[in-house]
């Protein structure tokens, strides 16, 4: 039987923390999902394991690590912290714990991501007859077991052999992961355990490999996804393992801006309603019929629609409004006008599994049909602000990006809500304000190929004609290099 827990969380990782929006998080308090890697791991412990008391190591960011868990009574756990020496390895700030160590012990190591990994196995194993448990998954993915630890198994298949940290040559498909049950007497070998010559540390696997050679020390495959976090790209791909795993459950909403739309409104409901969960109607005084043929669309629409009215003071005014009154994890923006179309949503909702905010760009000169107003001109400005917004942020975020007023876009909305503080904008500069914002936040964007259309009547309040547009432009700028350069608002 499985007695107690321990959580290794004291590494920084500066490499992975650097990109989130607050630079001084260490790496098991980012966050998946909503929920800190940590606490993901504590749920683990609590709903598949049955254990409720759970010694933490803590190292850097010792103080906000306990601020965020405190006793544990929140998460129906009881938690108790060891300080470590941050300056020291993994065997030393184990060694801490030996002398609260009583039978075999669950260890975790606490910058692992698991996502339906059935620990609930562990349960199983008879204790008794064995040392130390060691788990694995298979993936055939060389890299991903380059960069952990390769596992060989005995001529019997289930006592462990071999293991080696970060191995230059992949032998299986067995990717060794930060999951571990192991009994008091390991503390022996952590003791013992020389200097490893390939990375000039006391390495915790070479023990555990050492341990192996002596006792009864057995793999354990689990099943589902693991991701050792220790780069950006780590913390990405776990993000979007999450996101995916839950996204067809994940609500969206649709926020469409009005004014004076009654000759389109209907289109767009029409071509929409069936893609999302909720939509949204911000109306900024309509002196025409718009509103009552949304209200004459609730009837058979597939999904809920509120109408907000003004008046707004603006385009941004009605956006921000509109994605206040959202009730859904995704926000999606599209115009009234009928400029774009629902068949590029997927595309959109696609790669916002990998992203913060995936964003339309209607430059691709292929995509452009016949009559919209995107003359060369206009597609050309549009370009050139966009490279002018990659240069201010080239150094912290190198973006990507072509268009900086389409509309057509999606984001997640608590990362909207971390910083919709800080908007100001309520016409059409909220369209670049709002990439600034994720960028300057260091939220990923990934800018999408979208199919762009003629207005279906009526003519655009702010790209009308060349004055019209370049008003609009100058505007937009102003508070792109005000936000850059920390100038008056």
Known sequence: MIQSAVILAGGQGSRVSAKHKDRNLIKVLLPINEKSVLLENIEIIRDRLHIRSILIIVGYQADEVQKQLGTGEAFGVRLEYIQADVEKGLIDA???ARNKIQGHFLLLLGDGFYLNCNHESLNALDMTQIDGVVTYIRHHDPQGIASNFSIQLGPKGQHIAHLEEKPQTVENDLV??????L??????YFKKVEVNPKTGNREFIDAISHFAEDRRVVGHELTGHYVNINTTDDW???QFLARRAAF???RKSLVIPTHNEGSSILFVLHDFHQHVDEIVVADGGSSDDTVA?????KSISKCPITILTGPFQGYGDALRNGTDAATGQIVIFVEADATFRSRDLHKILEYLKDCDMAIG???TRQMISQGANMAGWLRLGNVMAAKVIEMLWWVEAEPRLTDVGCTYRAFWKNRYDDIKHNFISLGPDFSPELMVEFIRNNNRIIEVPVSYYRRQGGMSKHSRGFWGVFKTAWRMMVLVFKKRFFLPL
């Open 293 to 297: 043929k949304v209200e004459s669309f």
């Open 94 to 96: 184990l060694m801490l």
């Open 361 to 363: 760009t209607r430059t």
């Open 248 to 250: 067809d459950e994940t």
């Open 183 to 188: 009994n008091p007497e390991i503390f022996d």
């Open 236 to 238: 990405y791909f776990a």
């Open 176 to 181: 060794g992961l930060g999951t571990f049950v």
